[in-house]
């Protein structure tokens, strides 16, 4: 299995995690989702990464599909089987997903907008959202326990948070902090896959 991928981004990284955590190899295939000629653009026709290129010629993308797929691979152990236990986990994954994405556009609006026309006010909506979803899990963090889907694509988004915004939401979240240390502990792959 190839993984088109870059090393920066979030949910990349949330599928080399789930990977390791299953004790499945993931072959790295980078791409540039701003060159027109990589083929990324025919494997995934939304022309975004991650992109998992099976062996049978089957191409899956969005990072929750590729983690569904290497879970069921490795033997069902990410997304719980119990109704409650799944869908909160689940729900974990789409906060957490939600969280990496507003921070993403945030991000693009600078590298890809020039000086002077970006747009202020959708800055702070996408901030915003951030905001929210972070507050909302200092509330109550993720339980201890088994290591699931919505655990690691939270690791990967305050990952990219620590990566792409100095690390300024630790400040006044002590409780995720302390949730990622943990998870870092208990994952050792997360510091692993950090970005260069």
Same mark, same amino acid.
């Given at each position: 299995?190839r993984l088109?991928h870059?090393?920066?981004?979030p949910f990349?990284? *949330?599928? +080399?995690? @789930? %990977?390791?955590v $299953?004790?499945?190899?993931? #072959?790295?295939d ?12 025919q494997?995934?026709?939304?022309g ?5 290129l099976l062996d049978?010629?089957?191409v ?11 879970d069921h691979?490795?033997g069902?152990?990410?997304i719980?089987?119990?109704? *409650?236990? +799944?869908? @909160? %986990?689940?729900? $974990?994954?789409a906060?957490? #997903?939600?969280i990496?994405d ?8 600078g590298?890809y907008r020039?000086e ?6 959708w800055?702070d ?10 507050a ?5 963090p993720?339980?201890d ?7 690691i ?5 305050l ?7 100095k690390?300024?939401w630790r400040a006044?979240?002590?409780r995720?902090?302390?949730?990622l240390?943990?998870?870092g502990?208990r ?5 692993a896959t950090?970005?260069p």
């Open positions: 299995m088109r870059s090393p920066a981004s990349v990284r *949330k599928c +080399r995690l @789930a %990977a390791a $299953l004790g499945l190899t993931l #072959d790295l980078p791409c540039d989702t701003t060159d027109p000629t990589d083929s990324i653009s494997q995934n026709p939304l975004k990464i991650p992109a998992l049978d010629g089957e899956l993308f969005d990072s929750a599909v590729i983690v569904a797929y290497l691979l490795g069902d152990k990410l719980p089987a119990e109704p *409650k236990a +799944r869908f @909160a %986990a689940l729900k $974990l994954e906060l957490a #997903d939600g990496a507003a921070a993403l556009l945030q991000i693009y609006e590298r020039p002077g026309m970006q747009v202020q006010s800055l909506r996408q901030a915003g959202k951030v905001a929210r979803g972070l909302t899990l200092e509330a109550s993720p339980a326990g088994p290591v699931t889907n919505g655990d694509a939270l690791a990967c988004a990952g990219y948070l620590d990566y792409r915004f690390g300024e006044t979240h002590p995720l902090v302390a949730w240390e943990g998870f502990q994952v050792p792959a997360f510091a950090v970005a």
